[in-house]
Nanobody, 125 residues
Framework: QVQLVESGGGLVQPGGSLRLSCATS????????MSWVRQAPGKGLEWVGE????????YYADSVKGRFAISRDNAKNMLYLEMNSLKPEDTALYYC??????????????????WGQGTQVTVSS
């Protein structure tokens, strides 16, 4: 079955760095766009960014652009999120998610069909 398992979260001071990992199994990792999504305490889900499996092009939310970097190792079925210059507002539960796209009715419909359990990132002095 499909599994996504995040790791690497923790407590870090403002300005610090962390690297999150997402180990995947049960599907052909190199066929899918993979994303990072976060949820801050008391708030809704926020898309952080994603990486195309073939082109390796990445896209980021404005709130993390220039500070976060997504990478992936298709041979190891791993997704990574390098986070630098962390701010207190980056405190959240971070999820990796598999993106499924379907062309229907003349447009592409995207959904995140599998999620990990999340890893907590807390930025505080």
């Amino acid at each position: 079955q499909v599994q996504l398992v995040e790791s690497g979260g923790g407590l870090v001071q403002p300005g610090g760095s962390l690297r999150l990992s997402c180990a995947t199994s049960g599907f052909t990792f190199s066929n899918y766009v993979m994303s990072w999504v976060r949820q801050a305490p008391g708030k809704g889900l926020e898309w952080v960014g994603e990486m195309n499996p073939v082109s390796k092009l990445t896209y980021y939310a404005d709130s993390v652009k220039g500070r976060f970097a997504i990478s992936r190792d298709n041979a190891k079925n791993m997704l990574y999120l390098e986070m630098n210059s962390l701010k207190p507002e980056d405190t959240a539960l971070y999820y990796c998610a598999r993106k499924e796209s379907e062309y229907s009715g003349g447009s592409w419909l995207d959904r995140y069909d599998y999620w990990g359990q999340g890893t907590q990132v807390t930025v505080s002095s």
